[in-house]
């Protein structure tokens, strides 16, 4: 009959690792509002501001308070007059928006994200095909209100469509008028050069 085995130290200081591995990542402060090529950026206990100007503790991320003039300590929120916030926008495009709309109660990222203070709820319309700028003036949103949204969005579409359709026709017609115009002058002086040589001949 075999003894059991003894776990060996390895095995013990790898489990241990992976502890403090797991314990770090969520002692990283939420990285909202940031591009994700940025993340490792924020991953040092000592962050530079990326103008080089001076460095900010990890506590001091996203704190609402501006410590980096280009706003890099806070680009999850609207602390920074120079600060951008990124929408990652999945389903749809991904872009950026200046800080000072983060929490503003008007919803800019179509997933919504930009207003996670809880003040508004917006909806995500990334799925819908569209950065749709969703506002409320009761800070009450409801599904009533993303159907009113969508149905402005396609009629917009259609009258975009519309003026399009047309400027089309009318460049074709002043197209059309230059022709004909340039057309008629050619002739006329055509005729005047024909009048002019049997004038000579007489």
Known sequence: METPRSPKPTSF?????????????????????????DEKYYYSEVIK????????????LNDDFCDCVDGTD?????????GKFYCRNMGSTPRFIFSSRVNDRICDC????????????????????????????NDI????????????KVQEEITEEDIFQKLIGLKLVIILQVALTSFA????????????KRRRHR
Do not use: Q
């Open 110 to 137: 179509c997933d919504g994200s930009d207003e996670y203070d809880g003040n508004i709820f917006c909806p995500n319309t990334c799925v819908m095909g569209g950065n749709i700028v969703y506002k409320s003036n």
């Open 49 to 60: 501001c990326k103008d080089g100007s001076k460095s900010f503790t990890i506590d001091r």
């Open 185 to 196: 002058i050619l002739i006329w002086a055509n005729r005047c050069r024909v009048k002019s």
């Open 74 to 82: 806070e680009p999850g929120t609207s602390a920074c007059a120079r």
């Open 13 to 37: 200081v790898s489990l241990l690792s992976i502890c403090f591995f797991f314990d770090s990542v969520r002692s990283v402060p939420s990285l909202i509002g940031v591009h994700p090529l």
């Open 141 to 152: 949103s409801t599904t009533r209100d993303v159907d009113i949204i969508v149905n402005r």
